[in-house]
C-alpha cells in the first residue's frame, strides 16, 4: 500500500470596493463567523480585518479593508494606504462593487487593479435590489472596465452565487503551509472586536447623529469562570455629541450597552 500527504495551499484573499458595497457582509458569510461589523453607514470599516478559514489542507486568509474614498481627511488618508496595501499583498483580489454603482469613484484605485497579474473577481452585489436587465448592463459595463476580472452578480446577504465564488477562490489559493496556527479565526484580539461591536451598536442607535470620530476604549477585561467583566469608554469630539450619546435618562447608552452585550455574548 501507498500513502501519501496531499499538498497544501495557503493565500490571502483581499477584498476591495466603494463605501457600502457589501465588503463586510461578503467576507462574514464566506468566513462563516461575523468578524467584521455591518451597518448601513459608509465607512463602518476602518481597520483591516482579517477573517481566516482553516480546512485539513486549506487555509484562506481574508482581510476586509475601509472603502475606497477620494481622501478628504487624515483619517481618510490612512483608510486608503490600507486598500493600496492589500491590493499589493492579496494571492486573489476581490473587487466589490453593487447595482447602484455607476462607476468607481477612486480612479487610480481601478487603474491599479487593472495592471495586477494575480486572479480578480469584480462582485456585483445586491443583484436582489435590482432587475435582471440592471444586473446585464452592470456586468457588460464592468466587463469593459476590468478585462483581467472574472465579473460574477452575487447577494452577499442571500448568500447567492457565494459558494460558487468560493469554489473559484479555492481553485487559484497557491500551495503553501499555513500562515497562522490552524485554530486561529482571527489575528485580532477579542478586545478588538468587543470595541468594534461596540461601535457598531452606537452607528446602528444614532445613526448620522454621531459621526465616525466615535471610538471606544476597552479600559478593562476581566475573566472570570461563568462571566466576563467589560468596562468601556466612548470617546466623542464635542459635548452635544455626548447627550445625544447617552440619552434623555441614560435611554440610549442602556440600549447600546443591552445590544453590544448580547453580540458580546455570542461573540
Known amino acids: 500500500p501507498y500513502s501519501f500527504k496531499m499538498s497544501h495551499k495557503s493565500g490571502f484573499v483581499n477584498i476591495v470596493g466603494s463605501p457600502n458595497v457589501g465588503k463586510s457582509t461578503l467576507m462574514n458569510r464566506l468566513v462563516g463567523e461575523r468578524v467584521s461589523i455591518v451597518t448601513s453607514k459608509a465607512q463602518t470599516t476602518r481597520h483591516r480585518i482579517i477573517g481566516i478559514v482553516n480546512e485539513e489542507d486549506l487555509q484562506v486568509v481574508f482581510s476586509d479593508t475601509p472603502g475606497v474614498v477620494n481622501s478628504a481627511y487624515k483619517l481618510h488618508d490612512n483608510m486608503?494606504?490600507?486598500?493600496?496595501?492589500?491590493?499589493?499583498?492579496?494571492?486573489?483580489?476581490?473587487?466589490?462593487?453593487?447595482?447602484?454603482?455607476?462607476?468607481?469613484?477612486?480612479?487610480?484605485?481601478?487603474?491599479?487593479?487593472?495592471?495586477?497579474?494575480?486572479?480578480?473577481?469584480?462582485?456585483?452585489?445586491?443583484?436582489?435590489?435590482?432587475?435582471?436587465?440592471?444586473?446585464?448592463?452592470?456586468?457588460?459595463?464592468?466587463?469593459?472596465?476590468?478585462p483581467n476580472a472574472k465579473v460574477c452578480p452575487i447577494s452577499a446577504l442571500h448568500d447567492f452565487n457565494v459558494g460558487e465564488l468560493w469554489e473559484e477562490i479555492v481553485k487559484h489559493i497557491p500551495e503553501s503551509p499555513p500562515y497562522y496556527d490552524k485554530e486561529d479565526l482571527t489575528?485580532?484580539?477579542l478586545r478588538f472586536f468587543i470595541s468594534e461591536i461596540i461601535r457598531e451598536k452606537i452607528m446602528r442607535q444614532l445613526g448620522e447623529e454621531v459621526p465616525y470620530a466615535a471610538t471606544i476604549q476597552i479600559e478593562s477585561f476581566k475573566q472570570e469562570r461563568k462571566t466576563t467583566h467589560v468596562d468601556a469608554t466612548v470617546f466623542v469630539e464635542r459635548d452635544g455629541q455626548k447627550a445625544i450619546l447617552i440619552g434623555k435618562q441614560g435611554a440610549k447608552l442602556k440600549r447600546i450597552g443591552t445590544d453590544a452585550r448580547h453580540d458580546i455574548e455570542s461573540l
Open 187 to 189: 489575528d485580532r484580539p
Open 80 to 146: 486608503m494606504d490600507s486598500v493600496q496595501g492589500s491590493i499589493k499583498d492579496a494571492d486573489v483580489l476581490l473587487f466589490v462593487t453593487d447595482t447602484n454603482e455607476r462607476q468607481m469613484n477612486h480612479v487610480q484605485t481601478l487603474e491599479r487593479i487593472k495592471k495586477l497579474s494575480i486572479p480578480v473577481f469584480c462582485l456585483i452585489n445586491k443583484i436582489d435590489l435590482s432587475s435582471q436587465e440592471e444586473v446585464f448592463k452592470r456586468i457588460e459595463y464592468w466587463q469593459k472596465q476590468l
